[in-house]
């Protein structure tokens, strides 16, 4: 189930971490990418910690989504 899925429990805060670099290997050479890290914070009291790469369109989708969470 995912996070924004119509029986999901509602997300009430969201936390930025940080940001780390990710490495990955492939046959010809090694690929640094972004990985952001944020708390999520649900209504029922649940913690969750997520990592999104930023490398798939998904990832960027639900992102933003969580963004939207942030209190500044």
């Excluded at 029986?7 to 940001?19: D, E, M, S, T």
């Excluded at 914070?41 to 998904?58: H, P, Q, V």
């Amino acid at each position: 189930m995912g996070l924004f899925d119509k029986n999901a429990v509602p997300i009430r805060k969201v936390k930025f971490l940080g940001l780390r670099s990710g490495k990955q290997t492939k046959m010809t050479a090694t690929v640094n990418f972004p990985v952001y890290s944020f708390l999520l914070e649900y209504e029922n009291g649940g913690r969750e910690i997520k990592e999104y790469s930023g490398d798939s369109k998904k990832d960027l989708e639900e992102m933003n989504k969580i963004l939207r969470f942030i209190d500044m």
